[in-house]
């Protein structure tokens, strides 16, 4: 399509519920964007395990790839692919896919789990990768799989991370993006090279592993036609991060918030001082090359369950209402246990601030606001979490950027600003889609990664969100951050009673997940 003077790109953007295929054109500076296709797909319980239809995923992409050519008029100039971290296929020395792969949710880690803490510890293993050790990583999956298998090391010939055996399935050969390989905890810190104390400790055989390959290049080409297959960044949260139009070595605070909001802070390096495994954070690799140092926290989950138990889907208008409406004056912590799963959220919500304060909201507006204020000072204490840790490496005035579906959320980005006393600079709705879509452009060179931010700034406008002068409306936020304080550290004296795996357990159920559960 490049002699018309426009570029055309498909994103793939697979979440654990749903596939979508972005069609991306870029001209003359400005890149619009939409949707071709979605498919909804979930983990299937087969032979005992916890599987992804990997028939039904390649299908999404072989498909969205088609209304993408069908919606252009003409073969897409790239395609890329994104999915949510850790999981990965295991292919045959003939190339065959061995078995479906096990999704993250699966309960074999929690029988193994152990074996691989007793053979190196979680400070060995966080200097030799950088990542917080948690059971959903490839790493505790895979020595699972080969305590549960050991054929398996005669048998296979190839590990690949989702988003890389998609791609290989469409013709690119065989080989793993930095990004992707951050969140397996077998890549040392900045991936650029595999992490050889974890691989041993894991039991793999070396000669699974795949080179490891710069991502914003070419793969490959699909099959049978002149689309070049392009290293998007690999994970959602690496596309999305790719969309806040950032220098490689500029570092910045980001929330991509949706279900779950991912805080964190883009820097050049990994930091590996022992207060950052302490603070539960983890350093996985941006498509630039740069590092992104964040954690989970639940999100927009809450609204969505409480919308569900509502059967109202009207989110602008209950937003609105609890814009109107006083202020309870407490808040929830949001990563709570009780709140992860789904059923009955408003009562779940009540309850607790019953317990914790003897009051409760009343009705949808009140227990919104309540959402809403609980995630704003959460993002808050988080944020001043990482800038403590980055140090100088952050400027003390920098703002957040807010991206991804929470960024329509209004009320929530204000709050945010308010409750950090930081700018917040509203970004990409799309940013997952956004980021892989841009990566491509440069891959094939129609761009140059300093082009970015003038391309979203054109494309997506950005709405720079001051805090509230209000001196009470600070005072509020910050007598909400202390109850929120004090009720974690009720609520850690509670959890320090329990055993450790099952601590290790919740960790495992919560980090890193792009999308609600399933």
């Not at 072989?62 to 790239?78: F, M, N, V, W």
């Not at 317990?355 to 227990?367: C, I, K, N, S």
């Amino acid at each position: 399509m490049s002699q018309t003077g426009s570029h055309g790109a498909v994103a793939l953007d697979l979440g654990s519920s749903s596939a979508r295929a972005i069609l991306g054109v870029l001209s003359h500076g400005v890149l619009t964007m939409r949707e071709v296709h979605r498919f909804p797909h979930q983990a299937q319980r087969q032979e005992g395990a916890l599987c992804w239809d990997i028939e039904a995923l390649t299908g999404a992409v072989r498909t969205g790839l088609a209304r993408g050519r069908e919606a252009l008029g003409a073969e897409p100039d790239s395609i890329g692919i994104d999915t949510w971290g850790v999981d990965y296929g295991l292919l045959d020395h003939e190339g065959r896919l061995l078995r479906p792969p096990r999704a993250y949710r699966d309960e074999r880690m929690s029988r193994h789990a152990a074996g691989l803490d007793a053979r190196i510890s979680r400070e060995e293993a966080w200097r030799a990768t950088g990542i917080a050790p948690l059971e959903i990583n490839t790493a505790y999956q895979v020595y699972a799989d080969l305590q549960e298998d050991p054929g398996l090391h005669d048998q296979v010939g190839l590990l690949l991370p989702l988003p890389d055996l998609l791609a290989h399935s469409l013709g690119a050969p065989a080989s793993v993006g930095r990004a992707i390989a951050s969140t397996t905890q077998m890549a040392a810190p900045g991936a650029r090279e595999w992490s050889a104390p974890m691989v041993e400790a894991v039991g793999l055989p070396p000669r699974w592993l795949p080179p490891l390959v710069d991502d914003a290049t070419v793969a490959g080409r699909v099959e049978g036609t002149g689309t070049s297959i392009v290293r998007p960044g690999g994970h959602d949260t690496a596309c999305a991060v790719h969309a806040l139009g950032l220098e490689p070595q500029e570092t910045a605070l980001f929330i991509s918030c949706g279900s779950w909001s991912l805080i964190g802070a883009t820097l050049p390096e990994p930091l590996l001082e022992r207060q950052v495994l302490e603070a539960g954070l983890t350093n996985e690799v941006r498509t630039d090359g740069g590092v992104r140092l964040l954690r989970n926290l639940t999100g927009l989950w809450l609204l969505q369950e409480c919308q569900r138990a509502w059967n109202d889907d009207d989110v602008a208008s209950l937003v609105r209402a609890a814009g109107e409406q006083p202020s309870l004056g407490v808040v929830v912590d949001p990563d709570d246990e009780v709140f992860a799963r789904p059923g009955d959220m408003p009562g779940k919500l009540a309850r607790w601030c019953q317990e914790h304060y003897g009051t409760a909201p009343e009705g949808r507006a009140q227990t919104v606001r309540l959402i809403l204020e609980s995630l704003a000072c959460a993002h808050a204490a988080y944020a001043e979490q990482l800038a403590s840790l980055a140090g100088s490496r952050l400027e003390a005035s920098a703002p957040i950027h807010l991206i991804g579906g929470g960024a329509r959320n209004r009320l929530l980005a204000q709050m945010t600003a308010t409750a950090c006393g930081r700018e917040v600079i509203v970004g990409a709705v799309e940013a997952s889609a956004t980021g892989n879509l841009l990566a491509q452009f440069e891959a094939l060179g129609v761009t140059r990664p300093e082009d970015r931010g003038q391309i979203l700034s054109d494309s997506c406008p950005r709405t720079v969100l001051a805090p509230q002068d209000d001196q009470d409306d600070t005072a509020a936020f910050t007598a909400m951050r202390n109850r929120l304080a004090e009720a974690k550290r009720q609520q850690y004296q509670h959890r320090s009673q329990r055993p450790a795996r099952e601590m290790g357990a919740r960790a495992g159920r919560t980090a890193r997940i792009s999308d609600a559960p399933l």
